[in-house]
């Protein structure tokens, strides 16, 4: 098993472009996160999802949409880059979010100038 | 805002010495999350603690909650060179939360051969 994985590994925008993040995981997992961590700070959730076809607000949300399309897969877009969003993006996901445990891709450093 | 607050910021030690980091938090919870992660990397999950737990070991972690105090702490044992890493506590938000984790800031350990 692959786990979660995150395309891209990096990725340099210009302010004002849009990108998508893809987030992927083969573990049958219900629940997915997307989190963004800045220098010096802990994870801040962006959006999340509780099953296929659902996404809700976290605590920063702003300047960004998800969609869950299809069960495995957790895609966090950006419509218009801003320097603000310059940052690591980690995905997560857990089986049933309350008591389990959250595995986490590798990551997305996205720099935006 | 962050919901947890870590103690020290940094910690330095010697291969063979104890290390213990604190967090404490904000609101009641449901569970108490400890994670690891090595520079540049995605974060592991370490151990995960039940409000109505007081202490779990698990090989050489051992964590503690105190909901009367908000607050948990993380004590590895004979460190080893290895556990270089920072150390993020995440507390959910208790209720029916879906998961979501506030982490925060987070300790960076430093182990020296």
């Known amino acids: 098993n692959a786990g979660v994985t995150q395309t891209p590994k990096f990725r340099v925008l210009k302010t004002g472009q849009s990108m998508t993040l893809l987030c992927a995981q083969d573990m049958n997992h219900e629940y997915m996160y997307w989190y963004r961590q800045d220098p010096g700070m802990g994870l801040r959730l962006i959006h999340y999802?509780?099953?296929?076809?659902?996404?809700a607000k976290g605590e920063v949300p702003d300047g960004y949409n998800v969609s869950r399309l299809k069960k495995q897969n957790f895609l966090l877009g950006l419509e218009s880059a801003a320097p603000s969003q310059t940052s690591v993006y980690f995905c997560?996901?857990?089986?049933?979010?309350?008591?389990?445990?959250?595995?986490f891709g590798p990551g997305t450093r996205l720099t935006v100038l | 805002s962050q919901q947890g607050e870590e103690d020290p910021q940094a910690l330095s030690i010697q291969e063979g010495e104890n290390a213990t980091m604190n967090c404490s938090y904000k609101?009641?919870?449901?569970?108490l999350q400890w994670y690891r992660q090595n520079s540049g990397r995605g974060l592991v999950h370490l151990i995960l603690i039940r409000s109505n737990e007081r202490e779990k070991h698990s090989g050489r972690l051992r964590v503690t909650l105190d909901t009367s105090k908000k607050s948990s702490s993380l004590l590895i044992t004979a460190s080893r060179a290895a556990d270089t890493a920072s150390y993020f506590c995440?507390?959910?938000?208790?209720?029916?939360?879906?998961?979501?984790?506030?982490f925060g800031q987070g300790t960076i350990l430093t182990v020296h051969p």
């Open positions: 999802s509780v099953g296929e076809g659902t996404t």
């Open positions: 609101t009641s919870i449901n569970n």
């Open positions: 995440a507390s959910d938000a208790g209720g029916t939360s879906y998961g979501k984790l506030t």
């Open positions: 997560a996901s857990t089986i049933n979010g309350l008591w389990d445990e959250q595995f």
